[in-house]
């Protein structure tokens, strides 16, 4: 096992509404990652966090937002939810370096949501 | 173009055969290759990661191709146990960025 773990595992939301999802990070490590793994497709980045702050973003609409805190530990946010943000959301954790490259990513074995 | 390009497959192979994927990339200033496997269903986890010289970890051969930027994963000796789907993955600054992923289904 990777000790990344993720809650909840399941969630059924409804449109319009909010969730908040966890992940708590490898020990050692000081990365979280998350992505949005849709049906038959390849998970699509999200976000990074890196020491508390956002370390680079994909193409997701600002009603995707995130917390990473000092513990490492780290939340994904999605506001006002839609119909097409039914999918699984994975965290992954990982160390990077100061100004260096980041390395290996581990993954949590995912929030599986769906909204109705 | 997409990003990292994969052919999602299926690929049926029967047991003991040996079966190569392929993924390309689009950005030159990427910095990071590694190849995951997804079960059903389940999250991905790291097979290995790619370097410019190859690398081997048993039955498991990948090799990276900075000037035409593609990487390959080489399966030899196919098992049941190897039915995946197999996730190119390629990091960037600040970014990671994953292939559709390629199916595979090692047929007895």
């Known amino acids: 096992e990777t000790g990344v773990t993720q809650s909840p595992t399941h969630l059924i939301k409804t449109r319009g509404q909010q969730v908040t999802l966890r992940c708590s990070s490898q020990?050692?490590?000081?990365?979280v990652s998350w992505y949005q793994q849709a049906l038959g497709q390849g998970p699509q980045f999200i976000f990074q966090y890196y020491r508390e702050e956002e370390n680079g973003r994909g193409n997701f609409p600002p009603r995707f937002s995130g917390l990473q805190f000092p513990n490492y530990s780290s939340e994904l946010n999605v506001n006002a939810l839609e119909l097409d943000d039914s999918a699984l959301y994975l965290c992954a954790s990982s160390f990077r370096l100061a100004g260096g490259r980041e390395e290996t990513q581990y993954f949590g074995p995912g929030t599986r949501l769906l909204v109705l | 173009r997409k990003e990292v390009e994969q052919d999602p497959g299926p690929f049926n192979v029967p047991e003991g055969a040996t079966v190569a994927f392929n993924c390309t990339y689009s950005n030159s200033a990427s910095q990071s290759f590694f190849w995951y496997r997804q079960d059903c269903r389940k999250e991905p986890k790291l097979l290995m990661s790619v370097y410019s010289s190859g690398n081997e970890d048993g039955r498991f051969t990948a090799q990276l191709n900075r000037a035409s930027q593609y990487i390959s994963l080489l399966i030899r000796d196919s098992k049941l146990s190897d039915s995946a789907t197999y996730l190119c993955?390629?990091?960037?600054?600040?970014?990671?960025?994953f292939g559709i992923g390629t199916k595979l289904q090692v047929i007895p």
């Open positions: 993955v390629v990091g960037g600054y600040q970014k990671v960025t």
């Open positions: 020990s050692g490590h000081n990365t």
